[in-house]
């Protein structure tokens, strides 16, 4: 069973940068996808960014350019740089694990996510 521990939300003031990390035990896919989702209050979870095991990435349109995703095969973690942080951007962030398409939904297991709250 795949199991992923999260770091490394909290608060911060707009303009901001915060580091999430997700270390990633139990995989058994030789190739995979990994990263984040988040879900703010009253919304849909939705994608950040995500990863595969050739760092092949992709973003949500609304934060290409600020946040930043990459992964160590040999430690299995995933980290997402956030930087230029806005208020909208406040959330609850899940990391996933995907033996397929993470983009697509396809997740096998989710973190327990953590608060990432941007506020003056």
């Known amino acids: 069973q795949v199991k992923l521990l999260e770091s490394g939300g909290g608060l911060v003031q707009p303009g901001g940068s915060l580091r999430l990390s997700c270390a990633v035990s139990?995989?058994?896919?030789?190739?995979?996808?990994m990263g984040w989702y988040r879900q703010a209050p009253g919304k849909k979870r939705e994608l950040v960014a995500g990863i595969n095991t050739f760092r092949s990435t992709h973003y949500a349109d609304s934060v290409k350019g600020r946040f930043i995703i990459s992964r160590n095969n040999v430690a299995k973690t995933v980290t997402l740089q956030m930087n230029s942080l806005k208020p909208k951007n406040t959330a609850v962030y899940y990391c996933?694990?995907?033996?397929?398409?993470?983009?697509?939904?396809?997740?096998?297991?989710w973190g327990q996510g953590t608060q990432v709250t941007v506020s003056s």
């Open positions: 996933y694990y995907s033996s397929g398409q993470g983009a697509s939904g396809d997740i096998d297991s």
């Open positions: 139990g995989i058994t896919a030789t190739v995979n996808d």
